[in-house]
């Protein structure tokens, strides 16, 4: 029974070796503007409105396997070709990734999977900020940051390619 506790204790000791070593130290919000340049106008104007939602995301290294993430949202929304509202959410996340992780999964980690977690807190802020402005409710869709970041990895493939063909 003994040697039967030790062997499960040794096969998960194993198992949490093998695992990818990932942490959340802190999920904060950095920077926050929001600006309705043509207000109270606009509210006059029938609620049509184009949306124009741009992403980013930068990862800077603050020390050895300790990442920042910030996310950038910025939600504009035009009707008749004024701009009603411009927001604008800096989400960021302090994340600890083990160095286990190669190279490219660290992109990996840092380009999509910790964005991933910072978006929906950075999508209530942003709701949040147009109902205090008292425009009609924005609900911003999930977005999916691995097929953003394999989009981005192959455009950077493209581009390295192009720039092998030059130089010979």
Known sequence: MAEEQQANGAAAQNEQQSQVQFAIQR????DVSFEAPNSPAIFRKEWKPDLKLDLNVKHEKIEDRVYEVVLTLTATNKVEEEV???CEVHQAGI???G??????QLAHMLGSFCPNILFPYARECVASLVNRATFPQLNLAPVNFDAIFARHMQQQAEQAGQTQQADA
């Open 95 to 97: 994340f600890t990734i």
């Open 27 to 30: 999920i904060f919000t950095k």
């Open 84 to 86: 009603a509202f411009l």
């Open 99 to 104: 160095e286990e992780v190669q190279e490219g």
